[in-house]
């Protein structure tokens, strides 16, 4: 039987490519919200905070969750906010997949509000005077791995070289930098310490195995997939194989591998 006026239900999070046909279709439903246009066919319904809405307001949050507290535990949301604000990592998805925000990226590894304070204007004759700086303030500026804390390095920096009243300002964001190193390192080259990204030839048969895993994990996982042009089978096997190479099963590992 086929029914004379068929409807479709659309449902869907905000995304992160704004080229997109979910835009495409999200920006209609907001035209028409807003008045813009007119489409009796079409029945929008968005539940999201504005781009220029403070995500950290909990004011906020209600907007895109119509049943907070009722349906949906606010503990919850708080608990997931604090790691967001403590994790720049998980910020954006923190804002697309709870406040149904649109965003650039799925994955930000710097809070803009630290990137802003970037903004000034740089003096090429104080770049040049590098060479000349004491190795304390040389150990800051590279954000070098010795076992140091950051308050340790960036204290002795502004000690032996940096005007206090020049740094004061940066001091937060430099040693969110220090602090975050290693991280940084990881999400800006996507390789190991070398460089690479290790690829195994595993000996054996092939067998399909079916694997449960976050929605947020296999979107990562896809993404670095495409952008570093491994298929999604090496990325799990090079993870799995260095896994088990790390907790005990070192040996084994390597006696597989020297068969291939």
């Known amino acids: 039987m086929v029914r004379c006026q068929p409807l479709f239900f659309l449902i869907t999070t905000a995304g992160t490519d704004r080229h997109s046909i979910c835009w495409e279709v999200h920006q209609k439903a907001d035209d028409i919200l807003r008045g813009k246009k007119h489409d009796p066919t079409f029945y929008p319904v968005i539940y999201g905070i504005e781009d220029d809405d403070d995500w950290t307001d909990e004011a906020s949050w209600y ?12 503990e919850k949301v708080r608990a997931a906010f604090i790691s967001a604000k403590e994790n720049p990592a ?31 204007e740089v003096d090429p004759k104080k770049l040049k005077e590098y060479k000349d700086m004491s190795p304390p303030t040389k150990e800051l500026m590279k954000l070098t791995l010795e076992e140091k804390t950051a308050d340790e390095v960036i ?16 001091i937060p964001f430099i040693r969110f930098l220090y602090e975050k190193r290693d991280e940084i390192y990881q999400l800006l080259s996507g390789t190991k310490e070398d460089g690479t990204i290790p690829r195994y030839v595993v000996p054996g048969l092939v067998r399909t195995k079916a694997i449960y895993m976050s929605d947020m994990v296999a979107k990562l996982t896809a993404e670095f997939s495409k952008e570093k042009n491994v298929t999604q089978r090496e990325v799990m096997e090079g993870a799995l194989i260095e896994y088990l190479q790390k907790y005990g099963f070192k040996r084994e590992v390597e006696t597989l591998l020297k068969n291939e």
Request: aromatic share 10%; with cysteine; proline share 7%.
């Open 63 to 74: 907007k895109a969750n119509p049943s907070l507290d009722h349906t949906i535990d606010i």
């Open 155 to 170: 204290e002795e920096a502004v000690a032996t070289q940096i005007p206090p009243t020049d740094i004061d300002e940066y």
């Open 90 to 120: 998980e910020e954006n998805i923190f804002r697309q997949l709870r406040l149904n925000q649109w965003v650039k990226q799925s994955v930000r590894w710097m809070p803009m509000h630290l990137w802003d304070k970037c903004s000034f």
